[in-house]
Nanobody, 123 residues
């Protein structure tokens, strides 16, 4: 079974940092991309970032460019999202997901979703 275990959320002050992890299992890690998404209260889920572990290509939503960095540890089948200079508007439940291509951060229709991890940024 495909499993995507997201972790690392928490409460942080504005300007602070968090690192989210997404541990993947049940599929060939290099054959898919992993995307990060978030859903703030009362808003639709949106794509944040994506990485292809096979070639290292990365994609970012405009509002997080320069602040968030996505990376992949292929030996551990784990994708990380380093979030720096956090803002209150980054507050959301963050999800990781498995997809075929990184267009998923636009379509928000992946193959499989992981459970979410809550990030709360206080002002």
């Amino acid at each position: 079974d495909v499993q995507l275990q997201a972790s690392g959320g928490g409460l942080v002050q504005a300007g602070g940092s968090l690192r989210l992890s997404c541990a993947a299992s049940g599929f060939s890690f290099n054959d898919y991309v992993i995307g990060w998404f978030r859903q703030a209260p009362g808003k639709e889920r949106e794509g944040v970032s994506c990485i292809s572990s096979s070639d290292g290509s990365t994609y970012y939503e405009d509002s997080v460019k320069g602040r968030f960095t996505i990376s992949s540890d292929n030996a551990k089948n784990t994708v990380y999202l380093q979030m720096n200079s956090l803002k209150p508007e980054d507050t959301a439940v963050y999800y990781c997901a498995q997809a075929y291509t990184c267009t998923v951060i636009i379509t928000t229709t992946p193959i499989s979703w992981g459970q979410g991890t809550l990030v709360t940024v206080s002002s």
